[in-house]
């Protein structure tokens, strides 16, 4: 392809929360873009994928088992998606030289680090979920050592799905507080600003910029669930002190979750991409495209 080719994108799970803010990124931008659903595209069907993939420069997959405690008693088909899509993916990838993005996760790692975790680290997945992601993540770097990119990211929140940051803001107008746990760190991410970064990415990768392999898609800085929550309520003009600190053990769930999950992200300077701003920066330019909070709830009045 010639530096004045345009670059012809294909992203799978465009119906996903991710896949919906990366289409219009990449169409404001100019791409050429094709955006395919679960509806248009199983992404574990060998003939149906290479048929797919087959002209276009850059590959994004966004579809997923985004099911973290339903993977745990459906783990086979979780890994299906998870695993073998990528897998199947990376093989149309390397029969027609695109370049493959694979959307992966924190969950790869077992979340008892004492520093952010580099690219590099070693992976021990706490859950099936994880597990299933690890296999998806493995399979790419092996087909593709050249043309293959993970990129891990985690705390999604956007304006195309359910998500954390919709959720505790729609509750804010049923409830008049909140627990959130407040023992769990890692780095709120908005979707619209991984989708800049994954374009940055494709972008770089097909002009032989940016080194194939491992990066981390995660807003700078860190904080809890508890304090994300509050932020929340916070630049929604919602009285943050509504929300009420709690630990895990209130909300046991199926799938164990990382009480660490904070990536470092110092290998975007080998390709020359910018890191993502500050997840508190993130969220206050969220949440103007985000359905408005509910009106503050009227403060009780004591007495007959």
């Known amino acids: 392809m010639s530096a004045d080719t345009p670059t012809r994108w294909l992203i799978t799970g465009a119906a996903g929360m991710l896949g919906r803010d990366l289409t219009e990124v990449l169409t404001e931008a100019g791409a050429d873009v094709t955006a395919l659903t679960r509806a248009d595209l199983d992404i574990t069907d060998t003939a149906a994928v290479r048929a797919a993939v087959d002209g276009h420069d850059v590959v994004v997959n966004a579809a997923a088992w985004t099911d973290v405690d339903g993977a745990e008693t459906e783990e086979a088909a979780a890994t299906r998606i998870n695993g073998d899509g990528p897998r199947t993916l990376a093989g149309a990838c390397a029969a027609t030289g695109a370049v493959l993005l694979q959307v992966s996760t924190d969950y790869v790692f077992p979340g008892d680090a004492p520093e952010p975790y580099r690219h590099d680290a070693p ?117 943050p002190e509504r929300v009420r600190p709690t630990t895990s053990e209130t909300f046991v769930r199926p799938a164990r979750r990382p009480s660490y999950s904070v990536l470092a992200h110092a290998r975007w300077a080998e390709a020359g991409v910018a890191v993502q701003p500050h997840w508190r920066e993130q969220l206050s330019e969220a949440l103007k495209a985000m359905p408005p909070a509910p009106a503050p709830r009227p403060a009780r009045r004591s007495g007959a």
């Open 123 to 239: 992976t021990s997945p706490l859950n099936a979920y994880g597990r299933g992601k690890l296999a998806g993540e493995e399979a790419v770097l092996a087909l593709l050592p050249e043309r293959g990119y993970v990129v891990r990211t985690a705390w999604l929140y956007g304006a195309h799905g359910r998500n954390f940051v919709a959720t505790v803001l729609s509750l804010a107008g049923r409830r008049e507080t909140l627990d959130v746990v407040d023992d769990q760190r890692g780095q709120p991410t908005w979707t619209r600003a991984l989708a800049r970064q994954l374009r940055d990415l494709g972008t770089a990768a097909v002009r032989g910029e940016a080194p194939a392999g491992v990066y981390h898609g995660t807003a700078s800085g860190t904080t809890t669930w508890f304090d994300l929550a509050r932020a929340a309520f916070e630049l929604s003009g919602l009285d």
